[in-house]
């Protein structure tokens, strides 16, 4: 266990239906990150949130919605999502640091298939 | 070219063997690295990072950093079953800190008894 639970762990959802997935850290971090990681090719990272505040958004589709109510909790907002979005959706958190290496918690993930 | 390139493999190695990982990367001005282990259906969990040129050692693990050639390489000593898995590494974003990771595609490490 890492500290950062993830649900659901797996998904199936059709192309017309919205459901939400959910990431909590109970590591103390003020950080917390959405990845996308697809069968040959390189983890994606999706959108960062610090301190609640969203400091990147990697040209993400507008389908898939992030939400950081505080900084232990982080939810991804799925609606009309593509049969290409199939993918293990991990959720990572991460204490920033003057000095070192941020190193960066990840969840278990979310194993999402759109039919 | 791709920002952080890996050979996907899989390296197979036999138990005992040392198992060498190899990243490439593109931007030149790149300052942190890292390595990360992900069993297969498991997270990835971060096992070195460097920052320096030359080689830092943590126990069975080395990693070796090279600038000048934009390489950096993952050695892993006395290989067991247990390190089998993918490696990927790991490179801040250009213009951004140690959060925004760009990853390469990750090498499959097999450890054969």
């Known amino acids: 266990e890492t500290g950062v639970t993830q649900t659901p762990r797996h998904l199936v959802m059709g192309m017309t239906n919205k459901k939400s997935l959910k990431c909590e850290q109970h590591?103390?971090?003020?950080?917390m990150y959405w990845y996308k990681q697809s069968a040959k090719k390189p983890l994606e990272l999706m959108f960062v949130y610090n301190f609640k505040e969203q400091t990147e958004n990697n040209s993400v589709p507008s389908r898939f919605s992030p939400e950081c109510p505080n900084s232990s909790h982080l939810f991804l907002h799925l609606h009309t999502l593509q049969p290409e979005d199939s993918a293990l959706y991990l959720c990572?958190?991460?204490?920033?640091?003057?000095?070192?290496?941020?190193?960066?918690?990840f969840g278990p993930g979310t194993r999402l298939t759109v039919l | 070219q791709k920002e952080v390139e890996q050979n996907s493999g899989p390296l197979s190695v036999p138990e005992g063997a040392i198992a060498s990982l190899n990243c490439t990367y593109s931007d030149r001005g790149s300052q942190s690295f890292f390595w990360y282990r992900q069993y297969s259906g498991k997270s990835p969990e971060l096992i070195m990072f460097i920052y320096s040129n030359g080689d830092k050692e943590d126990g069975r693990f080395t990693a070796q950093l090279n600038k000048a050639s934009q390489y950096v390489s993952l050695l892993i000593r006395d290989s067991q079953p247990s390190d089998s898995a993918t490696y990927l590494c790991?490179?801040?974003?250009?213009?951004?800190?140690?959060?925004?990771?760009?990853w390469g595609l990750g090498t499959s490490l097999a450890v054969n008894p």
């Open positions: 790991a490179v801040p974003k250009k213009g951004g800190n140690n959060r925004k990771l760009i």
């Open positions: 990572a958190s991460s204490q920033e640091k003057l000095a070192g290496v941020d190193e960066q918690f």
């Open positions: 590591l103390g971090h003020n950080a």
